[in-house]
């Protein structure tokens, strides 16, 4: 028999922590709106291809971590393990490069086949921003702050801190990789297996490596700071001067990389204490090469992404729900009308429970479960008199008041 439990690295997202999920992204849309993003949604799958092309042959995501699978049609198809890569294939596909720049939101479930742990699931949901056709800093200097005011907006600037780095330009870092690779192949016989996988086709990802015999390898590698181009020097120092001025708080990481070839200049992480090893809530960082190995035009870009689950464990759960609102007939006779009352008042957008059997015990009862702010109770002979008892839930304090009336007397509780 198959097992009634979810599939391992899965839940279901019960109404309290669906509030939190909810609140981190509709958070992160308000900001996105604020900031002049508009929001796209892509398929939850795509052709392999628009992962296995851009991802990487050698990374963890595509030889590990991604659901494939063969359609009835025969062919090869991933679930989204991120949202990068399905915004890049929608500017190609949609023709977008005429409106650049652009820049776009979204939000919704990824998946990747890894060992869940603490906010880190098998399907888990993003939201991110990309912005696209921007080849100067100004665009890196607002993805970082519109993500900058989405954590603080969620009220985690005390439990976060900005990482950066510089990965420089494609000659900087042809120059650099010829360096590291010449370091690294001195000293194989101390490095990790992937590491070693890693070596020809991807060494930059070798210098944030959490094998500790690779960390202390690294320690005495050729930093790439030191061989960053002028070009490249100049960009981040803009980039530094202008968050400066923005009034955000930054740590230059010289060890934080991106391990692909389209990944350029700025590189970023946001990240807590509070979540052990697994710090990092929101990353990101430029790709001017990812839409041009797509087979697109050569277009730059710079765009982030932040786990929902991961941010929600942050938050602050005590945050109570809006409280509803008991409206409880007492009699038979008293049913239909208080689910007129009730409509009248969902439509005037408060939040109403009415229960749909029980005498008034059980009903005050279920209103006090469910944290009811007040209950109107609807008796038949109050409805002859066209009045019902408003009951405030915390003080019991409780009056008669017309129905025609009921809306202005609830305004206290909206």
Same mark, same amino acid.
């Given at each position: 028999?198959?097992?009634?439990?979810?599939?391992?690295? @899965?839940?279901?997202?019960?109404?309290?922590?669906?509030?939190?999920?909810?609140?981190? +992204?509709?958070?992160?849309?308000?900001?996105?709106?604020?900031?002049?993003?508009?929001? *796209?949604?892509?398929?939850?799958?795509?052709?392999?291809?628009?992962?296995?092309?851009?991802?990487?042959?050698?990374? /963890? *995501?595509?030889?590990?971590?991604?659901?494939?699978?063969?359609?009835?049609?025969?062919?090869?198809?991933? $679930?989204?393990?991120?949202?990068?890569?399905?915004?890049?294939?929608?500017?190609?596909?949609?023709?977008?490069?005429?409106?650049?720049? $652009?820049?776009?939101?979204? &939000?919704?479930?990824?998946?990747?086949?890894?060992?869940?742990?603490?906010? &880190?699931?098998?399907?888990?949901?993003?939201?991110?921003?990309?912005?696209?056709?921007?080849?100067?800093?100004?665009?890196? *200097?607002?993805?970082?702050?519109?993500?900058?005011?989405? !954590?603080?907006?969620?009220?985690?600037?005390?439990?976060? =801190?900005?990482?950066?780095?510089?990965?420089?330009?494609?000659?900087?870092?042809?120059?650099?990789? /010829?360096?590291?690779?010449?370091?690294?192949?001195?000293?194989?016989?101390?490095?990790?297996? /992937?590491?070693?996988?890693?070596?020809?086709?991807?060494?930059?990802?070798?210098?944030?490596?959490? /094998?500790?015999?690779?960390?202390?390898?690294?320690?005495?590698?050729?930093?790439?700071?030191?061989? %960053?181009?002028?070009?490249?020097?100049?960009?981040?120092?803009? !980039?530094?001067?202008?968050?400066?001025?923005?009034?955000?708080?930054?740590?230059?990481? @010289?060890? %934080?990389?991106?391990?692909?070839?389209?990944?350029?200049? @700025?590189?970023? +992480?946001?990240?807590?204490?509070?979540?052990?090893?697994?710090?990092?809530?929101?990353?990101?960082?430029?790709?001017?090469?990812?839409?041009?190995?797509?087979?697109?035009?050569?277009?730059?870009?710079?765009?982030?992404?932040?786990?929902?689950?991961?941010?929600?464990?942050?938050?602050?759960?005590?945050? +109570?729900? =809006?409280?509803?609102?008991?409206? *409880?007939?007492?009699?038979? =006779?008293?049913?239909?009308?208080?689910?007129?009352?009730?409509?009248? %008042?969902? =439509?005037?957008?408060?939040?109403?429970?009415?229960?749909?059997?029980?005498? %008034?015990?059980? &009903?005050?009862?279920?209103?006090?479960?469910?944290?009811?702010?007040?209950?109107?109770?609807?008796?038949?002979?109050?409805?002859?008199?066209?009045?019902?008892?408003? &009951?405030?839930?915390?003080?019991?304090?409780?009056? +008669?008041?017309?129905?025609?009336?009921?809306?202005?007397?609830?305004?206290?509780?909206?």
């Amino acid at each position: 028999m198959t097992s009634l439990n979810p599939v391992r690295g @899965t839940q279901d997202i019960l109404p309290e922590e669906g509030r939190l999920y909810r609140r981190v +992204e509709e958070t992160a849309f308000e900001v996105a709106e604020r900031y002049g993003f508009g929001e *796209i949604t892509t398929p939850i799958f795509e052709f392999t291809e628009v992962f296995s092309r851009t991802l990487g042959d050698t990374s /963890d *995501i595509v030889t590990k971590e991604m659901y494939t699978f063969e359609d009835k049609g025969g062919d090869q198809i991933t $679930l989204r393990p991120e949202g990068t890569a399905g915004v890049a294939r929608a500017f190609i596909s949609n023709g977008l490069q005429q409106n650049l720049p $652009l820049k776009l939101f979204y &939000r919704g479930p990824m998946f990747r086949y890894e060992r869940p742990q603490k906010g &880190r699931r098998r399907q888990f949901r993003q939201v991110g921003v990309e912005i696209l056709g921007v080849a100067t800093p100004q665009a890196d *200097i607002e993805t970082i702050s519109i993500a900058q005011t989405f !954590l603080e907006e969620l009220g985690l600037k005390d439990y976060i =801190k900005l990482e950066l780095n510089s990965l420089g330009d494609t000659d900087s870092r042809s120059a650099y990789c /010829d360096e590291l690779v010449k370091y690294l192949s001195d000293h194989q016989d101390k490095l990790s297996k /992937d590491s070693l996988e890693r070596l020809d086709r991807n060494p930059m990802r070798i210098l944030d490596s959490k /094998d500790e015999g690779d960390q202390a390898v690294v320690v005495d590698a050729p930093r790439l700071q030191d061989n %960053l181009n002028e070009a490249s020097q100049s960009f981040f120092e803009d !980039l530094c001067e202008g968050l400066t001025k923005l009034g955000i708080v930054f740590e230059h990481n @010289t060890n %934080l990389v991106r391990g692909l070839d389209y990944y350029c200049h @700025t590189a970023f +992480e946001f990240k807590t204490s509070d979540l052990g090893a697994q710090g990092t809530v929101l990353a990101g960082g430029r790709y001017d090469g990812l839409v041009g190995q797509m087979g697109g035009p050569e277009t730059p870009g710079i765009g982030w992404a932040a786990g929902v689950e991961r941010l929600s464990l942050l938050l602050d759960d005590g945050a +109570e729900a =809006k409280r509803p609102i008991a409206v *409880i007939p007492v009699g038979g =006779k008293a049913e239909s009308e208080a689910m007129v009352v009730t409509e009248m %008042l969902r =439509k005037k957008g408060y939040r109403v429970d009415l229960g749909y059997s029980g005498n %008034l015990k059980k &009903r005050m009862k279920r209103a006090n479960r469910l944290n009811a702010v007040a209950a109107v109770l609807l008796g038949e002979d109050e409805l002859t008199r066209n009045v019902g008892t408003l &009951r405030n839930m915390d003080s019991g304090e409780q009056k +008669e008041v017309s129905l025609e009336t009921l809306e202005d007397h609830l305004a206290l509780y909206k």
